[in-house]
């Protein structure tokens, strides 16, 4: 079994930061790629940005230029820097990766982290 444990989300004012963690632990041979969705009350989970085993990043149009992804492949654990933060980034975070097993790859979500940026 493999398990994703969040951590560092929180209560900000707007213009603030907050660095969110994932760690991946369990079963693992290796990971594909790792990263964070959101899901704001009555809305789907999007993506927030995502990063590969090789260091290739995606985000989303909303977070460029203020979140940064970066990641441990030594400690299997992801790390989202949240800068400028706005009251629309107020949702809950998921971790999620993509787990190497055989020839292809299972996802797995965290329990979530709740980010609150008040104006």
């Known amino acids: 079994q493999v398990q994703l444990a969040e951590s560092g989300g929180g209560l900000v004012q707007a213009g603030g930061s907050l660095r969110l963690s994932c760690a991946a632990s369990?079963?693992?041979?290796?990971?594909?790629?790792m990263g964070w969705y959101r899901q704001a009350p009555g809305k789907q989970r999007e993506l927030v940005a995502l990063v590969n085993s090789g260091g290739r990043t995606n985000y989303a149009d909303s977070v460029k230029e203020r979140f940064t992804i970066s990641r441990d492949n030594a400690k299997n654990t992801a790390y989202l820097q949240m800068n400028s933060l706005k009251p629309e980034d107020t949702a809950d975070y998921y971790c999620?990766?993509?787990?190497?097993?055989?020839?292809?790859?299972?996802?797995?979500w965290g329990q979530g982290t709740q980010v609150t940026v008040s104006s």
């Open positions: 999620y990766a993509q787990i190497i097993e055989s020839t292809w790859w299972r996802p797995y």
């Open positions: 369990g079963r693992i041979s290796s990971i594909n790629a």
